[in-house]
Structures are given as structure tokens and as C-alpha cells.
């Protein structure tokens, strides 16, 4: 039976997901996650424990559950953590070096900007810097973001000096406790925005699927809603949008593994925005159905394998997935409304991933959304609508303080 090793910073829905695909391929999927060691087994997954800052500590007891046959990561540090084990095992993945230039912000921005790619200019401010007087002296407007978050969490835009400072002062709140504090200010970028799903190997580039995000995202804050595919864009510009990925892809230096890319277009062309080492987050991997009903998960499986998956083509018709908000912070309740949701024609599947009890944060501060919704159809108009109409049937129950018990 071949082995692949997972790297996950929590066992949530998502490694749920590629542990069944493992299962149904006749895969042994052995987590790596970052826990304490003291601990034995506490969530009954088997798990390897290990501290994704220092693998080195952890390498014994990896290496006791191999030999292995393919490595995967998902989240940014678990990618950086895979790059470093993978290097010390011989196992396919991109060099840790370029897993960290993806999860930097700033960094990857830099090496866009030196491979020729669009790019917003900006500047890297420490989290103590002087908010006003850097408020004095730049362009609006801008977007403030954490280096080293994902998600959207702590990205806003400021249009003027004091939102500028108010969103400074928000964003150093929300990387207390963070590891990294800096903080990159750079020009808003007009545009629509995309996202690419990939798979590099050997540095070539292969698009599994480029989505529509046909909602604006102008801000103040950047909370994702609808991904579509396939695009609607013409095909000279979803040329443009794969060629400049190809680019960032070279001028990261990523290699091997899935990729998840988000970028702007305008009149100026392609506006690389990131390119992560690790497939899309969350549940949204499951809107993608590939030629023999293959998930996603099995496609980056049998990629990580070493196995040719370069054929793989998207099921005929349109795909799309919804990212429910979180409408306001509050205690969890419940949600009416799901049976009528899932009962709009086109809608595959809805999912709260919320539980009952729960604070529900929503962005800048929050990083997760309540839940997801699933469509199929036709086209991709009829896919938007059939998303939007079963988000309108529902309706969060949050209660603003936990309750008191007597």
C-alpha cells in the first residue's frame, strides 16, 4: 500500500476530505499536524505531532512512519514545513525557499516585481511604525495587509489618512500573538478578480481550473463570496491570466505541488496578488469534479505520487461554490432556512460548517466563513443565480453574548 504523508495545522474539514479520497484510492494517509507531543493520540487520527518552526525535532518520529510515496500540504506554514521534510526525505515538492517566499506577502511581491509581472507598489511597515506620519505620505487608495495571514483576514482599504490610521491600529490588534507583525501598505488595485487552481510540475504549470469571483471586491475589507468556473472571461484574457501565473510560478521558484493563485485584471493587464503553495482552503475543493467523477483531492493525491495526471479535464457544465459569510460576531444558534436552501434547483449540496455554541467572528478579524453551498448547471449564469437564491432562504440565528446560566 503506498504512503502519503499530509502536513495540516488542525484535522479539520478539509484533511477530512483528503483522508476519504486517500481511503477510496487504497492510499495510507499519515497526518502530520502541529500539536503537542506530550499528548498521546488526544483526537484519535494518529497523527504525527510536530512543531511546523522546527521539524528537525520531529524528523525521527516521521521518518518511524515511512518509508513514504508522496508528500502533501495544506495551509501555508504546514507548505513550508512539507518543503523542509520533503527536501530531507526525497519526496517531490517545491524547495522550502520558495514555500516561504509564497506565504511572505511582501516577498512574493517582490520577486513578481522583479520577474516583470503587474504588481501594486506599496511598502513594509513595521507593526509599531508611526501610522500618522506614513498616513502623511501615501497614496490613496490603499490597501493595508498582514504579511503573513491568508484568508483576507486583516486586509483592508483606507482611503484617506484616517482610515489609514484606524485600520493600522485594527490590523496591529489582530496579529497580537502572531509570529510575524509586519504589516505591507501598497496602491488598491481596480479590477475583477480570479483565482487559478493548478498543479506544477517540474515548474511547467497545468490549470485545473480558473474561477470567476464575480462579486466586486473593493473593500473595505476583502470577504469572498462566489467562485465560478469556467470563466467568462474571453479567451485572450484567461490566456493572459495563465501566462502571468506561469510567470509568478518561475519567479517564486515553486515547483512541484498544487498551487492557489489569485490575481486582478484591468485595463493594465494581469495583477499577480499571490500564488500559495497548497490547493484552495476550506470545502471549495469539492465544486471541482474532474472526468471519471475524480475529486480534486485524488487529483493533487495521485500528482503527489508521481502519477501523469496532465488529461485531467472538468466536468461539462458550470461549477460554482459559495462562501457564506458570517453576517455579524455572535454566538451561534443555528440556521433556518437550510431545507429550502438545498432544494433550489442547481444547488448540489449546502454545508454549515458552524456548530452550535460557537463565536462566529466575521472578517477582518475572523478567518473562517459559517459554511458552503454547491451548485451545478448549465451555464454559469444560471450557476450564480441558483447560489444566491439558496442564500437567500437562510437566515443565522447569533446571539450577541453567551447566555446566562441560573
Not at 29 to 42: G, I, K, M, S, W
Not at 244 to 269: C, K, S, W, Y
Request: glycine fraction near 10%.
Amino acid at each position: 500500500m503506498k504512503r502519503i504523508l499530509l502536513f495540516a495545522a488542525t484535522t479539520g474539514y478539509q484533511v477530512r476530505v483528503f483522508a476519504d479520497a486517500a481511503r477510496a484510492m487504497g492510499l495510507d494517509l499519515v497526518l502530520a499536524t502541529d500539536r503537542c507531543h506530550v499528548l498521546e493520540n488526544p483526537w484519535g487520527d494518529d497523527a504525527v505531532p510536530i512543531r511546523f518552526e522546527d521539524t528537525a525535532a520531529s524528523m525521527d518520529a516521521l521518518i518511524s512512519r515511512g518509508p513514504f510515496d508522496g508528500i502533501v500540504a495544506v495551509g501555508d506554514q504546514p507548505a513550508v514545513a512539507a518543503a523542509t521534510v520533503a527536501a530531507r526525505l526525497g519526496l517531490r515538492f517545491s524547495p522550502r525557499d520558495a514555500a516561504s517566499a509564497a506565504k511572505n506577502k511582501f516577498l512574493a511581491h517582490e520577486r513578481f516585481r522583479r520577474a516583470g509581472l503587474n504588481v501594486a507598489s506599496g511598502s513594509l511597515l513595521p507593526q509599531r511604525a508611526d501610522a500618522g506620519a506614513k498616513s502623511r505620505n501615501t497614496r490613496y487608495p490603499c490597501v493595508l495587509k498582514p504579511i503573513a495571514l491568508s484568508a483576507s483576514r486583516g486586509v483592508i482599504r483606507a482611503d484617506d489618512p484616517i482610515q489609514f490610521v484606524e485600520a493600522f491600529e485594527r490590523i496591529q490588534k489582530i496579529l497580537e500573538g502572531e509570529e510575524v507583525h509586519s504589516i505591507q501598505v501598497e496602491d488598491f488595485i481596480p479590477g475583477r478578480e480570479f483565482a487559478l487552481e493548478g498543479l506544477v510540475t517540474g515548474g511547467r504549470l497545468q490549470t485545473l481550473a480558473l474561477f470567476d469571483k464575480p462579486d466586486p471586491l473593493d473593500g473595505p475589507f476583502f470577504e469572498e463570496t462566489i467562485y465560478l468556473t469556467p470563466s467568462r472571461e474571453p479567451d485572450a484574457v484567461q490566456a493572459s491570466i495563465m501566462e502571468a501565473t506561469q510567470r509568478a510560478v518561475g519567479a517564486l521558484g515553486l515547483t512541484f505541488g498544487p498551487i492557489h493563485a489569485e490575481m486582478r485584471v484591468n485595463d493594465g493587464g494581469v495583477w499577480m496578488l499571490e500564488v500559495a503553495a497548497r490547493p484552495i482552503g476550506g470545502l471549495c475543493g469539492r465544486v471541482l469534479r474532474f472526468d471519471g467523477h475524480r475529486s480534486l483531492e485524488e487529483i493533487i493525491l495521485r500528482h503527489a505520487l508521481g502519477e501523469d495526471v496532465s488529461p485531467s479535464q472538468l466536468l461539462p457544465g458550470a461549477h460554482g461554490v459559495m462562501m457564506i459569510r458570517i453576517p455579524r460576531a455572535g454566538v451561534f444558534l443555528g440556521v433556518d432556512g437550510v431545507d429550502a436552501a438545498r432544494q433550489v434547483p442547481g444547488v448540489e449540496d449546502l454545508v454549515i460548517t458552524a456548530k452550535e455554541g460557537q463565536m462566529l467572528v466575521p472578517l477582518p478579524e475572523g478567518a473562517s466563513y459559517a459554511g458552503f453551498i454547491f451548485a451545478r448547471g448549465a451555464s454559469p449564469e444560471l450557476v450564480d443565480r441558483a447560489l444566491r437564491a439558496a442564500h437567500s432562504q437562510l437566515n443565522f440565528q447569533l446571539q450577541t453574548a453567551l447566555p446566562v446560566v441560573r
